[in-house]
């Protein structure tokens, strides 16, 4: 919409778009009826006309047309000022206003007085006076290269040499950015869970909440959503990857769409999981108590069969894939007259527990009470609760075959007739059984096979409906116990994460998972338990940003505190609910050491307090300058950059290393290349050696180097300005 447009009353802006879309719509329909008749008159003018019209029409956006909102900006409270940042002007300490959203630039920094001189973005007259540096924040366009780093913020290992799990403290556009160049194709799994834009304060958009009567809310999200989506894109193995991401019924519609545009190579399937079963209710609505997953499948990527269809359709032990059909018919039109021999009486001996025999088809005619039963045994027949006649699913011959075989059984045979349940293996099964696709380890007392047939993958269903996937109590009850008196809204159930990833990553032990809106950090925990059940090596990478909840940001600020304070940043997401969490996870022990209280459940049962023999380590995203720091401080900002590259596992070289070169156990880097000879040696001598750095302005240097490098070992090459390697213009965002 144009400038103009835009400026005009709210009324008048929907009826501009209302009016744009009609006419657009008239004209589509009135030049095909056209060109309908141009072919009846004549054919050839018809189908010229009609071909120059495809191929214009396929220039105009059809699906989904939102405002790009550009750029999108991030304040970064805790990077400290410079000379030539942007930055804006905060309101003075225990305002809860807004404050000034205009753009300055830093054109002086006067450190005797701690103030700056500013100058309006794009309006270089219009100056203002002094400002305190105290009262700026750094805003970064994200139109604006970025030099990120890492610092480590802390760790917890118990997990020997196994790679580490990673949780990024930062702005995920920012920190995706980076690991373009860290992990570019190697991630197998993104598991995201956004904010859901429900109009209630849940996220921010150039640093402001985006609320329910925001006209842009809706396109503001999807403008969001795409810039991240596009660079997670980067970070899939086109080959063989999975991108899931969770949403409700407030933008499933529009991220439907963002995602058949945005990735029209790949399959998307979605999902409805119950998450509250209970439901919530809304007046005049169906009660809620769903969710939606979406599925986007890259290259070769399928769905791994389970034992589990995922509708939490009851399931004896050991019976896993096995479905035992009900023989009563159920629908409408199977009352006993519609069929003439599938009303008849099964005999159950109540004292050996199993079916006795099965009677003959009984006429319309001819009432129930007249058969006759075998002795100590009682009847039952097709009988639905209120008495009405219908049919069993299969005649007497076909049931009596099944049950010699141990296909057919009864439930609660003590019960008496009018509850006792007859079941059969649906010709499916009996076929996988017969093939010896399915294995059965014995029968029972009746018997029917039991026990623990070798289990059966089947196709999980498109309705997920498991106890264990409640947000509540597998979600904010699980992490209570983790982290008790930490409050986070609406983390997801640890073992609805856990199976949604298990269809994707069972097969790949070694697998590489991103959340990039990690909130709580269930992702990560969900990777941890997998690992656990099959000895895997899988790593996840977290990043969430460190906002605080909005009520809690109106208290902190009426304290007369601000983001980047430090008692505002220690409460913040990042810092006092993932990183506690995730390490709560491992060690066994809550924040205040306590063993966690509780279990495990479902697909691995254990004591929450054993703990997880896993590593992980705390990152905060940070942006460097590339002027004004010194060769070290640049290097120890992007020496996690250069460790995650190589697989985050064993050490990490923190230092320039003063012997020139430096041979961790999964890379090397040279920085002076006359000490080639030493470094080459000991490179050859490391296992496990993955990738080289080496530092220099000199290709040809470089390529020759490369060329004497062990087999698959990957050479890299590094500017002698090592910000320069990690500097991230931006290509679209304008
Ligand atoms: C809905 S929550 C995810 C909850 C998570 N699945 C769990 O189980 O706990 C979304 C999270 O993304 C974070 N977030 C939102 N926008 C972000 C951004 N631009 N960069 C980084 N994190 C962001 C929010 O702070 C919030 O914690």
Same mark, same amino acid.
């Given at each position: 919409m144009c400038r103009s447009i835009r400026r005009r009353p709210l009324q008048f802006q929907k009826e501009y778009a209302t009016l744009k879309k009609h006419i657009y719509g008239e004209l589509m329909s009135r030049l095909t009826d056209l060109i309908a008749k141009a072919k009846a008159n004549d054919p050839q003018l018809g189908a010229d006309v009609e071909r120059e019209f495809r191929a214009l029409s396929s220039r105009l956006s059809f699906g989904l047309n939102f405002e !790009?909102?550009?750029p999108e900006a991030v304040e970064l409270p805790q990077r400290p000022v410079r000379r030539g940042d942007k930055v804006r002007v905060l309101p003075? !300490?225990?305002?809860?206003a807004k404050g000034d959203q205009r753009l300055w630039q830093v054109k002086a920094i006067r450190k005797a007085k701690k103030t700056v001189d500013l100058e309006l973005l794009d309006q270089p007259k219009a100056e203002m006076p002094s400002v305190s540096l105290d009262d700026l924040v750094v805003v970064a366009e994200f139109r604006d290269t970025i030099y990120p780093g890492l610092v480590s913020t802390g760790k917890v290992s118990r997990g020997g040499d196994k790679p580490w799990h990673t949780v990024i403290n930062g702005e995920n556009y920012h920190a995706l950015k980076a690991a373009t160049w860290t992990h570019r194709g190697k991630v197998d799994a993104i598991y995201i869970d956004p904010p859901?834009?429900?109009?209630? &304060?849940d996220w921010k958009y150039n640093n402001d909440y985006v609320e329910g009567? %925001?006209?842009?809310r809706h396109s503001k999200w999807l403008a969001m959503m795409e810039r991240r989506l596009l660079l997670a894109k980067e970070l899939l193995n086109p080959a063989d990857s999975v991108l899931i991401v969770s949403i409700d019924e407030k933008e499933y519609l529009r991220l439907g769409l963002l995602l058949e545009q945005g990735f029209p190579e790949a399959r998307i399937q979605m999902v409805s999981s119950v998450i509250k079963p209970e439901g919530t209710n809304r007046m005049g609505e169906f009660s809620r108590t769903n969710e939606y997953l979406y599925f986007v499948l890259f290259g070769t990527a399928r769905v791994t069969p389970t034992s +589990? %269809?995922?509708?939490? !359709?009851e399931q004896a032990d050991?019976?896993?894939g096995v479905e035992w059909r009900n023989? !009563? /018919?159920?629908?409408?039109?199977?009352?006993?007259?519609?069929?003439?021999?599938?009303f008849y009486a099964v005999f159950i001996d109540p004292e050996k527990g199993s079916i006795h025999s099965v009677g003959e088809a009984l006429a319309? %005619? $001819?009432? =129930? $009470?007249s058969v006759v039963i075998p002795d100590g045994c009682y009847a039952v027949f097709p009988? &639905?609760? +209120?008495d009405t006649e219908m049919l069993w699913g299969l005649t007497p011959d076909a049931l009596r075959k099944l049950l010699k075989q141990g296909f057919a059984r009864v439930r609660r #045979?003590?019960?008496g007739p009018s509850k006792a349940v007859i079941q059969y293996l649906a010709s499916g099964t009996v076929k996988a059984i017969l093939s010896g696709a399915v294995k059965i380890s014995g029968r029972d007392p009746q018997g029917a096979i039991q026990g623990a047939f070798d289990r059966v993958a089947v196709m999980p269903k498109t309705t997920w409906n498991k106890g264990s996937h409640n947000a509540q109590t597998a979600g904010t009850l699980l992490l209570t116990a983790l982290i008790p008196n930490r409050r986070f809204p609406f983390p997801k159930s640890l073992y609805a994460v856990e199976d949604a990833l298990r269809f994707f $990553?069972?097969? =790949?032990? &070694?697998a590489i998972v991103c959340d990039f809106?990690?909130?709580?950090?269930t992702t990560a925990h969900a990777v941890m338990r997998l690992n656990k059940q099959d000895g895997g090596r899988r790593q996840c990478i977290s990043v969430t940003n460190n906002e605080v909840a909005a009520d809690e940001q109106k208290a902190l600020r009426e304290k007369g505190?601000? #983001?980047?304070d430090t008692e505002w940043e220690r409460l913040g997401i990042c810092d006092y609910i993932t990183k506690p969490r995730v390490q709560a996870a491992i060690?066994? =022990?809550? #924040?205040?050491g306590q063993p966690i209280k509780g279990d495990y459940k479902f697909t691995d049962e254990f004591?929450?307090?054993?703990?997880?023999?896993e590593n992980a380590e705390f990152f905060t995203l940070t942006y460097e300058t590339p002027l004004a720091v010194n060769y070290q401080t640049a290097f120890a900002r992007i020496a996690p950059l250069l460790w995650l590259r190589a697989g985050?596992?064993?050490? /990490?070289?923190? &230092?320039?290393?003063a012997a020139g070169w430096d041979v961790a156990d999964a890379y090397g880097l040279l920085v002076?290349?006359? =000490?080639a000879a030493d470094f080459l040696k000991a490179a050859r001598k490391?296992?496990?050696?993955?990738i080289t750095y080496i530092v220099t302005d000199d290709d040809r240097r470089f390529q020759a180097l490369a060329r004497r490098l062990p087999d698959g070992v990957e050479a890299i090459r590094l500017y002698e300005s090592y910000l320069t390697n990690f500097a991230f213009a931006n290509g679209d965002d304008t």
């Amino acid at each position: 919409m144009c400038r103009s447009i835009r400026r005009r009353p709210l009324q008048f802006q929907k009826e501009y778009a209302t009016l744009k879309k009609h006419i657009y719509g008239e004209l589509m329909s009135r030049l095909t009826d056209l060109i309908a008749k141009a072919k009846a008159n004549d054919p050839q003018l018809g189908a010229d006309v009609e071909r120059e019209f495809r191929a214009l029409s396929s220039r105009l956006s059809f699906g989904l047309n939102f405002e !790009r909102h550009r750029p999108e900006a991030v304040e970064l409270p805790q990077r400290p000022v410079r000379r030539g940042d942007k930055v804006r002007v905060l309101p003075p !300490r225990g305002s809860p206003a807004k404050g000034d959203q205009r753009l300055w630039q830093v054109k002086a920094i006067r450190k005797a007085k701690k103030t700056v001189d500013l100058e309006l973005l794009d309006q270089p007259k219009a100056e203002m006076p002094s400002v305190s540096l105290d009262d700026l924040v750094v805003v970064a366009e994200f139109r604006d290269t970025i030099y990120p780093g890492l610092v480590s913020t802390g760790k917890v290992s118990r997990g020997g040499d196994k790679p580490w799990h990673t949780v990024i403290n930062g702005e995920n556009y920012h920190a995706l950015k980076a690991a373009t160049w860290t992990h570019r194709g190697k991630v197998d799994a993104i598991y995201i869970d956004p904010p859901y834009n429900t109009g209630a &304060k849940d996220w921010k958009y150039n640093n402001d909440y985006v609320e329910g009567e %925001d006209l842009y809310r809706h396109s503001k999200w999807l403008a969001m959503m795409e810039r991240r989506l596009l660079l997670a894109k980067e970070l899939l193995n086109p080959a063989d990857s999975v991108l899931i991401v969770s949403i409700d019924e407030k933008e499933y519609l529009r991220l439907g769409l963002l995602l058949e545009q945005g990735f029209p190579e790949a399959r998307i399937q979605m999902v409805s999981s119950v998450i509250k079963p209970e439901g919530t209710n809304r007046m005049g609505e169906f009660s809620r108590t769903n969710e939606y997953l979406y599925f986007v499948l890259f290259g070769t990527a399928r769905v791994t069969p389970t034992s +589990d %269809d995922m509708t939490g !359709r009851e399931q004896a032990d050991g019976e896993q894939g096995v479905e035992w059909r009900n023989l !009563r /018919r159920r629908e409408n039109t199977s009352i006993r007259t519609a069929r003439p021999n599938q009303f008849y009486a099964v005999f159950i001996d109540p004292e050996k527990g199993s079916i006795h025999s099965v009677g003959e088809a009984l006429a319309p %005619d $001819v009432d =129930k $009470v007249s058969v006759v039963i075998p002795d100590g045994c009682y009847a039952v027949f097709p009988v &639905k609760p +209120d008495d009405t006649e219908m049919l069993w699913g299969l005649t007497p011959d076909a049931l009596r075959k099944l049950l010699k075989q141990g296909f057919a059984r009864v439930r609660r #045979p003590e019960s008496g007739p009018s509850k006792a349940v007859i079941q059969y293996l649906a010709s499916g099964t009996v076929k996988a059984i017969l093939s010896g696709a399915v294995k059965i380890s014995g029968r029972d007392p009746q018997g029917a096979i039991q026990g623990a047939f070798d289990r059966v993958a089947v196709m999980p269903k498109t309705t997920w409906n498991k106890g264990s996937h409640n947000a509540q109590t597998a979600g904010t009850l699980l992490l209570t116990a983790l982290i008790p008196n930490r409050r986070f809204p609406f983390p997801k159930s640890l073992y609805a994460v856990e199976d949604a990833l298990r269809f994707f $990553v069972a097969n =790949k032990p &070694k697998a590489i998972v991103c959340d990039f809106f990690s909130g709580s950090g269930t992702t990560a925990h969900a990777v941890m338990r997998l690992n656990k059940q099959d000895g895997g090596r899988r790593q996840c990478i977290s990043v969430t940003n460190n906002e605080v909840a909005a009520d809690e940001q109106k208290a902190l600020r009426e304290k007369g505190l601000r #983001p980047g304070d430090t008692e505002w940043e220690r409460l913040g997401i990042c810092d006092y609910i993932t990183k506690p969490r995730v390490q709560a996870a491992i060690t066994g =022990k809550t #924040p205040d050491g306590q063993p966690i209280k509780g279990d495990y459940k479902f697909t691995d049962e254990f004591p929450m307090s054993d703990g997880f023999e896993e590593n992980a380590e705390f990152f905060t995203l940070t942006y460097e300058t590339p002027l004004a720091v010194n060769y070290q401080t640049a290097f120890a900002r992007i020496a996690p950059l250069l460790w995650l590259r190589a697989g985050s596992v064993g050490r /990490r070289i923190e &230092k320039l290393p003063a012997a020139g070169w430096d041979v961790a156990d999964a890379y090397g880097l040279l920085v002076e290349l006359d =000490k080639a000879a030493d470094f080459l040696k000991a490179a050859r001598k490391a296992e496990a050696l993955r990738i080289t750095y080496i530092v220099t302005d000199d290709d040809r240097r470089f390529q020759a180097l490369a060329r004497r490098l062990p087999d698959g070992v990957e050479a890299i090459r590094l500017y002698e300005s090592y910000l320069t390697n990690f500097a991230f213009a931006n290509g679209d965002d304008t």
